[in-house]
C-alpha cells in the first residue's frame, strides 16, 4: 500500500516523516503542491519521496489523479494509493484522510489520562489558557502562544512559535517525549483530530470559505464532533450542526429552540473590569464518566465584556465536562489575570489597557471590542494591526463600513486608527479619524489626552511573539 500526503506548506511533512517513520502503509509520498519546500526542509524527508509537479485541482475522480502522477514518473510500489489531504485544500475528490483524521492513526498508542481540543472561529486561545489555569496539573499544552509542559508546578517552553495545524500535535508530542504527564490540551486551527475525550467549538460567529470557496469553516470545524464528547455554542450548534448528538450546549442565556435546551447557561452576571461575577446553571449536562451535572454556582474571573463571558462559558463546559470538580474550577478561574498576546488588561500610569489581540481579527471581534470600549467610563478606542498573518485576511470595506455606523450613532466615541491596517481602514471612511503610525505612540497619546480606559483592538503579527 502506498500513501499520498498532499500539501508541505501546512504539515504535511512532518505527517508524511511520521507515516514513513511508524511505517503505516508502505512507500510515502509528499506532494509540494505550493512548491514551498526549501534546502533545508528537503534534507528532512528521510526517505520520503517528493512530488513537485504542478496542481491545477481538477481531477474528477482519484484514478484520474493517480493516472496524471504516474503518467508524470511517480512510481508507486502499490497501486491501492491512501490519499492524505488538508481540509482546506481545494481538491475535487474526497480524500481517504484529512490532516486532521490522520493524526489518531499516527498516534493510535497514545494513551492520555484526559485529552482536550479547542476549535471555533473565534475565542480558542483564551478558552485555552482559561483551562490552563483550572487544570493546573501535569499537562501537555499546545495553541498559538506556543507548545509547552506545565510538570510539577513547572513550565516547560517546548517551541514558541509554533502553529495549530494537526501535525503540531505531532510536533508538540513529539517534543514532549520522555516527560511525564496525563493530561493534553490541543488548540486547533480548522476541526479536531478525533482524538480527544472531550472537544470544543467555541463559536462559528463568522463563517469564512475556505478550499477556494468550495467549503466553509463550519465544516472544517465540524471535525471536532469526532471527539468522545462535544461542547458547542448553542447557536453555532442549531444553525450548523444540530443533527450531531453527544453534545454538551453553553449558552448565554436560557434558550429553547425545537425543544432544544443548553446544558450550561447563565442565570445572572454582573460585569466588572477587573472581576466578573457570574450565576451559571447547568442542565442534565453530561460528563466523560457518564455523569449528569445539575446544579447551581458562582464563579468569579476576569471577563470585561459580554463575548469574553461566553469564553468562559466555554471553558466551564468543557471543565465540568471533564469532570472536573466545580471547586477547582472556580479556583482555577479565580485565578486567571487574562491571555497574554490576546485578551489582557494593564495598567500604565494609572490608565487601564484592555488588549484584544489577535492574528485572526475580524469585524464581529472588532465590532464586540469597540461596544466594550463604549460601556466604560474616559474610554478611548486605538485600532490597527498587519497583514499577512493568518490564511483569514480582515474584511477592510465592511471593517470600515461598521465603524462608520458606529462613529454615526455614537459620535463622540474617540476612535484612533494604527499600523498598516488603521491607514489601510482611513481611506475607506467618511469621518476623519486620527492616524498615528506607532501603535506604542498611539497609546502614550491616548494617556497623555487623559483617557482613563484604553481598547487596544489589534490584529498582531502571529510570528512576532515579542511584539504580540
Known sequence: MSVLVLDATHGGLLISRALFDNNLFGDVWLWDIYHTLDDNKRSKLNGVNLIDLSFDYGWSSKFDLINYLKSNGVDFKDDNIIIVSPIHCPLNICPDYTHHSIIPVILSDFNKTLIIEVTGVKGKTSTMTMLESIL???????????????????????????????????????????????????????????????????????????????????????????????????????????????????????????????????????????????TIKTNNLKTISGKTINKSFNVETVAPSKYQIHNVLACLCVALTSDIPINEIINGLNNYHGTKGRSSIKSKNGVNIIEEINPGLNVTAVKKAIFMGLNLDKSCIILGGEYGITCEEI??????????????????????????????????????????????????????????????????????????
Request: glycine fraction near 4%; hydrophobic fraction near 35%.
Open 136 to 278: 493546573n496539573k501535569n499537562f501537555l499544552f499546545l495553541s498559538s502562544l506556543g507548545a509547552k509542559l506545565l510538570i510539577d508546578s513547572e513550565e516547560i517552553m517546548l517551541k514558541e512559535n509554533i502553529s495549530i495545524t494537526p501535525a503540531s500535535i505531532l510536533e508538540t508530542v513529539d517534543l514532549a517525549y520522555g516527560y511525564d504527564y496525563n493530561y493534553c490540551l490541543f488548540e486547533s486551527s480548522l476541526g479536531g483530530t478525533g482524538l480527544a475525550d472531550v472537544g470544543l467549538i467555541t463559536n462559528i460567529v463568522e463563517d469564512y470559505s475556505i478550499a477556494k470557496n468550495s467549503s466553509s469553516a463550519s465544516v472544517a470545524k465540524s471535525q471536532m464532533f469526532n471527539s468522545k464528547l462535544t461542547c458547542c455554542e448553542f447557536d453555532s450548534y442549531i444553525t450548523y450542526y444540530s443533527n450531531n448528538k453527544n453534545v454538551n450546549l453553553f449558552s448565554f442565556e436560557e434558550k429553547n429552540e425545537n425543544n432544544i435546551k443548553p446544558n450550561l447557561y447563565l442565570s445572572d452576571y454582573k460585569i466588572g473590569l477587573n472581576k466578573s461575577i457570574l
Open 395 to 468: 474584511d477592510e470595506k465592511n471593517l470600515a463600513k461598521t465603524i462608520e455606523n458606529i462613529v454615526y450613532d455614537n459620535p463622540n466615541i474617540p476612535i484612533i486608527l494604527t499600523d498598516k491596517l488603521g491607514l489601510s481602514i482611513k481611506k475607506y471612511l467618511k469621518h476623519d479619524l486620527t492616524y498615528i503610525e506607532s501603535p506604542v505612540d498611539s497609546i502614550n497619546f491616548a494617556i497623555s489626552e487623559k483617557f482613563l480606559n484604553i481598547i487596544f483592538i489589534y490584529r498582531s503579527n502571529y510570528s512576532n511573539l515579542k511584539k504580540r
